[in-house]
């Protein structure tokens, strides 16, 4: 066992935060991580835009005596969980839609996978709005979880920045 250099060493903190450059500056990934990185965020995708439009427990069948209204998530009847489980999986929706959009700039068809993209963010919205029975709520928590994955990985960018511009002056 000989000894080990500081560049196999694992730094858990700036292993979370080293992916911080724009796309177009990063190293170029290699073809198999990138692969896997591109299925792995379309079936976040997939999965959290379903799970959104098709909640657990699924709608309401019809209007009935006790306040339940057809087309409005079953779920729904549990105010905070659900509201829990719409932010939840609105931020993975918007991770897998970030990771996707970052992995594909600067390839061919990137603008035909951003349109569709952001189409997909404007179905999976308007499909919220409808299963929800207290839409205004719900629709403030939604707009402030959906960006919450790129506003956070910006804040981790500018902060890893001027980390990096402080070790690098003299003393």
Known sequence: ????SNKTKIKPLQDIILPTSPPWKTEKITGDIRN?????????????FQA???????????DDNQGHRAGHAVYSDQKIPFQIFLICNTIA??????LLLCLTFGYPYFLEVLIAT????GTYSSGIYCITPYESVSF?????AAPA??????????VAS??????????
């Open 1 to 4: 066992m000989g000894s080990t």
């Open 36 to 48: 896997v990185m591109l299925v792995g965020a379309a079936l976040i995708a997939t999965v959290t």
């Open 52 to 62: 959104g439009i098709t909640p657990p427990g699924g709608v309401w069948q019809s």
């Open 93 to 98: 929706l918007t991770s897998s839609i970030f």
């Open 118 to 121: 952001i189409s997909m963010m």
């Open 140 to 144: 403030r928590l939604i707009f402030v």
């Open 149 to 158: 994955p790129i506003v956070i990985r910006f804040v981790i960018w500018v």
């Open 162 to 171: 001027a980390v990096r511009r402080l070790i690098r002056l003299p003393k």
